[in-house]
């Protein structure tokens, strides 16, 4: 079987080593044909997007060998779909200078570093070109302009300064210069190829997230506005852009002016199975590696998309589950894509909830729709401003999926988005950030009062107080009775002279908790919990924790182990209430 390539982002390396690639390279064929002069392509991280420009770079490149002579692309073509396109895509292969840039190494704590990185990579891409030096063409004014991008760069960033305000300038004018960088680069490649160029932008809006998150967001700003304005506005040797990114981000003018600009989301029918795993190309893969019977599994895990008017799957997670499984039979799935970032937006959300987005977030989790007014032009700055904007970003990144969509009868300018979880393993996100995030609400509060409820045997506190801190979280785990255990549990961490244990054996079972006493007068005191799905089964589930204590003589095998009293609590949790009677009342 053929080596998965995970982490591989390079076309050329999945055909040089001949690693398992499922087909998209009609994505030239259609970026050609329905694209825009400038195409930016909007979809969640780890769907293929950089491997997408890769791709487009090796079949639109002209690039030397280590020996100077032309390399030939029809190798890393051939028996792929674009083969079969019409000769007008076909003679483009090879044809064009190409000038490739990434930027997601702005992820830096202040602009300055955030700046230095993606000056970085534009150096790179002049040294890539470095064979301009000698070229017969370029004039030697322009090959000295070219080479000043490149030649010693580094020698700013270690220039000494006798103030900061010079210093601040001076980095002004560095800002200012590169900001123009790409222009100056594809007049070079033009007049050497005598071709127009192709641009390509990888992750444009990672450093705007980044900025915003860390508080540079204006300056950031700035700079990719004037970075994208010289290159893709007022640059005669444009041939065509392609600009990958998670979010449109236009309100901050970041393409300002850019009449040409085509934006495709995954609210687009075109490109809809340009980047992702198709049904169809999930289930051949999961064949060609003899996991039939693994199909329900995936689509369960890892469906749930919907591009345009097609089902796909999530194409980081699909190939991770292929081969961990094939590597490991034994092995489960697991929620891959969720641990290749920080997932602050969800975090975010979770944190600042009012009581209405709470309420949303139980419908979610219970596997229930919202629906949302839909509008793509949002920036970061617009993420608090209202619910609908979160809502927002969390479709558009993933986090949420489109089931249907309606246009308002008083504005047709107005769409609407049913939307629910795509699938279990966006739930796994959701459900362990709101865990952590209740667990922090628990630790924040002040549990004296409690503490004393319970060791005075007062159980209307003791159902007030919990009830209480219940009302506060979202019903993530409704019935889920190991979760009202370990919750309850860290509540009694802190009694005073007492120790809690958890399922440790008494009498003929094992009692969910019990506080065992640091003074041997003291009485140990049991906790049987017991959850039902509906109020008026409350009571019952009361009874049926009072019945285990008794029938499984927890109370007889405490004192079995020495000590000299013993106080039960039966506790029958439902969503978010509770009611907590003594065993010694019952019985």
Known sequence: MKKIGIGYEDYKEFIDNDMYY????????????????????????????????????????????????????????????????????LSMMGKYPVIKLSLKSAKQPNFQNAFMKLREEIIS???R???????????????????????????????RYESKEEEKEDFSKEVGRYSTALKTLSECLKMHHNENVIILLDEYDVPLENAYYEGFYKEMVGFIRSLFESALKTNDALERAVITGCLRISKESIFTGLNHLKINSILDVTFSEGFGFTETETEHMLIDYGLESNIPEVKEWYDGYLFGNKEIYNPWSVINYVDSIVNDARKFPRPFWANTSSNQIIKDMIWHANDEMKQELDILINGGTIEK??????????IHESEDNLWNFLFFTGYMKKVSERRDDQNEEITYLTMRIPNIEIRSIYRNQISTWFEKQVKSEDRSVLHKAVLDGDTETIETYVSNLLAKSISTFDSEESFYHGFFLSLLYGVPNYMPQSNREEGDGRPDIVLYPNRPKDPAIIFEIKTRKKYNEMEDGLREAYDQIR????????????????????????????IVGAYGDYN
């Open 22 to 89: 499922i087909d998209k390279t009609m994505l030239i064929n259609d970026v050609v044909e329905k694209g825009g002069k400038v195409t930016l392509f909007t979809r969640p991280r780890r769907f293929g997007k950089t491997l997408a420009l890769s791709m487009l770079r090796t079949f639109f490149e002209f690039e030397y060998d280590r020996d100077g002579n032309p390399i030939e692309k029809k190798k890393y073509f051939e028996g792929k779909k674009i083969m079969d396109a019409p000769e007008k895509i």
């Open 125 to 127: 891409e002049f040294e």
């Open 129 to 159: 070109h470095a064979y301009l030096e000698k070229s017969e063409i370029l004039s030697e004014e322009k090959k000295e302009t070219f080479k000043s991008f490149y030649k010693n760069a580094f020698a700013w960033a270690d220039r």
């Open 373 to 382: 007014q839909i509008h793509e032009d949002i920036t970061y700055d617009d």
């Open 551 to 578: 029938d499984k003589q927890y109370e007889e095998g405490v004192f079995e182990d020495g000590y000299m009293g013993a106080v039960s609590y039966g506790i029958c949790f439902c969503k978010k209430s509770c």
